[in-house]
């Protein structure tokens, strides 16, 4: 819990030390609420989910009668619980042998990054990994994953001549082939207004499903916390485009704007798909991916 604590250090001096100064034992009254709703939209909550945030909260110290600020503080976590939540769903690697992920994001999202902690994850859970090096366009990236899976004793499948989808087929072939449990798939970073790119990845997908009907099992989203509000832009374009079934947030260490969750959070409230944090990177160590926890995250943020 403390290295969760530290990892979210940014956020928690700018959103959990704001709130402590709010918070600090007085009757509630009109202005506290406005400075909360600054400090919400500061920290890159958003005006729509801030706006539900206050709504709910202010229900919740009617209903129990709240009087002053350490019980409103009490009652932010217990909605910002509630509004965090349904984002906990777990990954789960189905037998479906192999389980096929595929990650997509934006360059610099930190997916390369992502991949190289999810194979020792899943390694640590008693998985067998496999790594397909399916972003084609830029070598350092193919080659990053290779140094990586030398070092760390997981196989990685590329190719010089890149088409992606003629590469993850090929893994997906190799890991049935060798009974391997999960078959993680890179993919070159793209924007989603790239629709050429979009194209391209669609056309991976099918492929992945040819060779194995139903896959990918998962469609892994990563997004950098850092870009605040566009992140949920990103999110709401790969999701149309490829229907998204997970998220990984990353570096969460190094920003003020964790409040990001929690858009996300209101938009799942807001659309008919609802897709989990899987994931949230707070580190750039291979163990600095977690497995997103409402509880605890709120509780490294706040005191
Ligand atoms: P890609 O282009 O999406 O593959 O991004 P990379 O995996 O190469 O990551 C870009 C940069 O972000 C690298 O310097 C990573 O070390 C860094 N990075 C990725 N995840 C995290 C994280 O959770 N925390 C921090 N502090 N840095 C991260």
């Not at 110290?61 to 777990?90: C, E, F, G, N, S």
Request: proline share 3%; no cysteine.
């Amino acid at each position: 819990a403390q290295r969760l604590k530290n990892g979210l250090a940014k956020t928690r001096q700018q959103l959990g030390g704001q709130l402590s100064a709010l918070f600090g034992g007085g009757k509630i009254d009109e202005d506290i609420y406005e400075e909360l709703e600054t400090i919400l939209l500061t920290s890159d909550v958003g005006v729509s989910a801030t706006q539900h945030l206050l709504e709910q909260l202010r229900s919740r110290v009617k209903k129990h009668d709240l009087q002053d600020t350490i019980a409103l503080k009490q009652a932010l976590k217990d909605t910002l619980l509630d509004l965090l939540t349904p984002l906990q769903v777990p990954l789960e690697v189905k037998d479906h042998q192999p389980f096929v992920m595929m990650m997509v994001g934006v360059n610099g999202a930190g997916k390369t990054t992502t991949i190289g902690k999810l194979a020792k994850y899943l390694q640590a859970q008693g998985k067998s990994v496999l790594i397909a090096a399916g972003d084609t366009f830029r070598a350092a990236a193919r080659e990053q994953l290779q140094v990586w899976g030398e070092r760390n004793d997981v196989h990685v499948i590329a190719s010089e001549s890149g088409d992606p989808a003629a590469v993850i087929y090929d893994a997906v072939n190799s890991a049935m082939a060798r009974k391997i449990d999960v078959v993680i798939a890179d993919t070159a970073g793209r924007l989603p207004t790239q629709l050429h790119l979009m194209d391209e990845i669609k056309k991976v997908q099918r492929v992945i499903d040819k060779a194995l009907p139903g896959a990918p099992h998962e469609i892994l989203l990563v997004l950098d916390a850092n870009t605040g509000q566009n992140a949920v832009n990103q999110l709401k374009a790969f999701n149309e485009a490829l229907g998204v079934t997970g998220l990984a947030l990353t570096k969460l260490d190094g920003t003020a704007k964790g409040g990001v969750i929690a858009a996300i959070a209101h938009l799942n409230q807001q659309s008919a798909s609802k897709i989990p944090v899987r994931f949230i990177g707070v580190g750039e160590s291979i163990d600095d991916l977690r497995p997103f926890d409402a509880h605890d995250f709120i509780d490294a943020l706040i005191d």
